[in-house]
């Protein structure tokens, strides 16, 4: 690979490294303000998550990602399964997403109450 080649790939890196990171500023505090004000809005957080799930290659985004997905499972539990499937299908590699749960056993079931936080904390510890 010739000198040019690395240092343009080497910007390019850079250059992502840096959205990814003014994306998680930008995000952080929209995140917080609908955790620490319990919003119900299911547009906001559905087009925060739609938002965030772009940066989930970068490890502070998708702990905001799951983070709001854990908050939104109580509120609207299929929705949030379809952005957990979402990001599986965007950020996990075949391999990881079949070892965590195989698609044809994917299955929207909300347990009773008590489970339920463990059940999707499980779901989206892997990744």
């Known amino acids: 690979?010739?000198?040019d080649r690395q240092t343009a790939i080497a910007e390019l890196a850079a250059s992502i490294h840096t959205i990814n990171q003014q994306a998680?500023?930008?995000?952080?505090?929209?995140?917080?303000?609908i955790l620490r004000s319990r919003s119900q809005d299911k547009s906001r957080i559905e087009h925060t998550l739609d938002g965030l799930?772009?940066?989930?290659?970068?490890?502070?985004?998708?702990?905001?990602f799951r983070r709001l997905c854990?908050?939104?499972?109580?509120?609207?539990?299929?929705?949030?399964?379809?952005?957990?499937?979402?990001?599986?299908?965007?950020?996990?590699?075949?391999?990881?997403?079949?070892?965590?749960?195989p698609k044809?056993?994917?299955?929207?079931?909300?347990?009773?109450?008590?489970?339920?936080?463990q059940r999707f904390s499980s779901m989206t510890s892997a990744g």
Not at 104 to 117: A, E, G, N, S, T
């Open 1 to 3: 690979m010739s000198k």
């Open 24 to 33: 998680v500023r930008e995000y952080t505090p929209l995140v917080e303000e």
């Open 53 to 64: 799930l772009d940066f989930c290659g970068h490890e502070p985004a998708l702990q905001l």
């Open 70 to 101: 854990r908050y939104y499972w109580d509120i609207d539990s299929a929705t949030t399964a379809s952005y957990v499937e979402a990001y599986r299908t965007t950020w996990d590699s075949e391999e990881e997403t079949e070892n965590v749960l």
């Open 104 to 117: 044809q056993q994917f299955r929207v079931h909300v347990p009773c109450d008590m489970h339920k936080k």
